[in-house]
Structures are given as structure tokens and as C-alpha cells.
């Protein structure tokens, strides 16, 4: 599968993360659902990584101090960080947060060998920021001086500085990436559950929150993990980033379709993340692609 089909179905699994997982957290907790995630996961992530890739396990695991690193930076830190933000922010306002993504992307890259932005691509970050900050003040941008911010975009601000850092080391593993991404959930349930065992975790006692724990594990866990794993192997950390931008589309279409609100800050915003990354995604001619 192409890198391109392959970073969207990711990016359009993750949109319906944040929608189904606003709702799921209604009734369940974060740790809860991370760790249930997870825990369903792991095993068909593992068997699939040995029917696709048939991976030298013993040569994937001497890698295990950075896969644990990624496990706890990706699996762990980040979707927690999510899902507590959606239980006090919008599944919109998450996705216009996470459009911020390749600008950090980018700029933690310069510090690494490869791609450098030109004028166009910094002028894309300075208009995706300014999107977002749109969105974080709910369009009263003096709110920015008193620094006061609701807890849920404060979060989500964590969220996507882990997962810039996640998706850089991730392109430098090195290892196949069905089986890296098994064996980081497979780290992640073992992490996460003495932390969950001791918080009495559960599973969903309804229908509603049961359904929407199989849509987690199928998609954004299963299908959106591998998938992102897979365009990594031939694509920057830089150019994927980039791809995480269509999740403001999907998840606004999604919010349209269930009859939410969108407000006018969510709009502007929303048109001046999409309005960066299109530059951003510019590359001076005479720049080389970014190499692991």
C-alpha cells in the first residue's frame, strides 16, 4: 500500500478517535479506556506482525529500550493525554490542536540532519499556530497575556509534543513496523496494568461505551498504528506530519454529520491550519529528504 493511502486511512481512523472517544469517556476513565485498548490490541497486532512480516523477534527485542521509550511516549503518555482532554474540550477543537503537529514536527527536525524549511513553509507555521491559538482562546486572543486556557486544549498541547517526539524516533527504529508496533503495545498493557489494576479499572458496563471501545481497538489502535508505522519506512517524519492536518477535516465533517455545534473561532482556525500546512508542506528545490 502507498504511503500517501496509507497516512490518510490513519489520519481519518484517528478523526473518529476523537469523536468516539469524547462520547466513551462520558463513562468511562482515561486509564480505563487506554489500557483496555491496548490489552485488545496487543495479541492480534502480534499475530499479524508474524503472518505479514515474520519478524527475527529475538533481533526486535534487543531494540527494547527504545520500543519502551516509544511504547511510553505513543501508547501510554499520549493517549492518555487524549482522552483526558476530550473529557473537558471538544473532539473538534483536540483535532484543530493536533493540526499543530508538523509545525513542532519541523522544528524539533531542525535540530536533526535533513530537510530545512524555506520562508513559505515557516510563514505555513506561523498561519497553522495562529489557527490554533484561534481555537485554544475561543477567538478572544487576550486571553493569551492572562494565559488563561481551558484545561482540555492544555492538554492536548502535551499530547502533540509527545507525539512530534514519538513520530521522529519512530522513523529512526529501523525495525519492521507491524512488529515494533506489537511489541510497543504489548509494553504498554504490561506498563499500564499494575496502574490499572490498582485504580479498580473495569470494563464498559453499556452497550454504548462497549461499542465504542471496538471501534477504538479496531481502527485508530489496530488499523491506524500499523498503517502510520508502515508510511514511516519511506517517508519523513516531516512529510507524515503533514498528513495529520486532514483530521480537522474528517473530525469536522463527523461533528456535521452528528449535529454538533462548529463556531465561528473553530472556523477561522480551521482554514488557517489548513492554509499552513499547504505551505508548510513547501520545500526549497535544492533541500534533500530527510534520511534515518
Same mark, same amino acid.
Given at each position: 500500500?502507498?504511503?500517501? /493511502? ?41 499475530? $499479524? ?14 531494540? *527494547?529500550?527504545? %520500543? /519502551? $521509550? ?16 476530550? =473529557? ?23 535540530? $536533526?540532519? =535533513? ?6 513553509? *515557516? ?22 497575556? +492572562?494565559?488563561?486556557?481551558?484545561? +482540555?486544549?492544555? %492538554?492536548? %498541547? ?41 485504580? +479498580? ?9 462497549? *461499542? ?10 489496530? =488499523?491506524?498504528?500499523?498503517? *502510520? ?29 452528528? =449535529? ?15 492554509? +499552513?500546512?499547504?505551505?508548510?508542506? %513547501? ?10
Amino acid at each position: 500500500m502507498k504511503a500517501p /493511502l496509507c497516512l490518510v486511512l490513519a489520519t481519518l481512523f484517528w478523526s473518529g478517535n476523537f469523536v468516539v472517544g469524547q462520547a466513551a469517556v462520558e463513562s468511562v476513565t482515561p486509564l480505563e479506556l487506554t489500557f483496555w485498548r491496548w490489552a485488545f490490541a496487543a495479541v492480534p497486532l502480534l499475530l $499479524l506482525a508474524q503472518v505479514v512480516e515474520k519478524p527475527d523477534w529475538r533481533a526486535v527485542l534487543q531494540r *527494547w529500550p527504545a %520500543l /519502551l $521509550l516509544l511504547s511510553a511516549l505513543g501508547m501510554s503518555t499520549y493517549t492518555l493525554l487524549l482522552y483526558s482532554a476530550l =473529557g473537558h474540550t471538544s473532539a473538534l477543537n483536540a483535532s484543530l490542536i493536533t493540526a499543530a503537529n508538523p509545525a513542532l514536527i519541523v522544528v524539533i527536525a531542525l535540530f $536533526l540532519p =535533513g530537510d530545512r524549511p524555506g520562508p513559505a513553509a *515557516w510563514l505555513g507555521i506561523a498561519l497553522g499556530l495562529f489557527g490554533v491559538l484561534l481555537v485554544l482562546t475561543a477567538g478572544d486572543l487576550q486571553q493569551i497575556a +492572562g494565559l488563561s486556557f481551558n484545561v +482540555g486544549e492544555l %492538554l492536548m %498541547l502535551g499530547a502533540i509534543i509527545v507525539w512530534a517526539f514519538y513520530t521522529i524516533i519512530a522513523r529512526r527504529l529501523g525495525l519492521p513496523a507491524i512488529a515494533a508496533t506489537a511489541v510497543q503495545v504489548s509494553m504498554a498493557c504490561l506498563t499500564l496494568a499494575p496502574v490499572a489494576l490498582a485504580a +479498580g479499572a473495569t470494563l464498559p458496563d453499556d452497550a454504548a461505551a462497549g *461499542w465504542s471501545l471496538a471501534y477504538i481497538v479496531i481502527f485508530p489502535s489496530l =488499523g491506524a498504528y500499523l498503517l *502510520w508505522n508502515l508510511a514511516l519506512r519511506s517517508t519523513s517524519p516531516a512529510a507524515a506530519g503533514n498528513y495529520l492536518n486532514l483530521m480537522v477535516v474528517f473530525t469536522a465533517a463527523l461533528t456535521l454529520l452528528l =449535529g454538533m455545534p462548529v463556531t465561528v473561532p473553530q472556523v477561522l482556525g480551521g482554514i488557517l491550519v489548513i492554509s +499552513g500546512v499547504l505551505l508548510s508542506g %513547501l520545500r526549497r528545490r535544492s533541500a534533500q529528504p530527510v534520511t534515518a
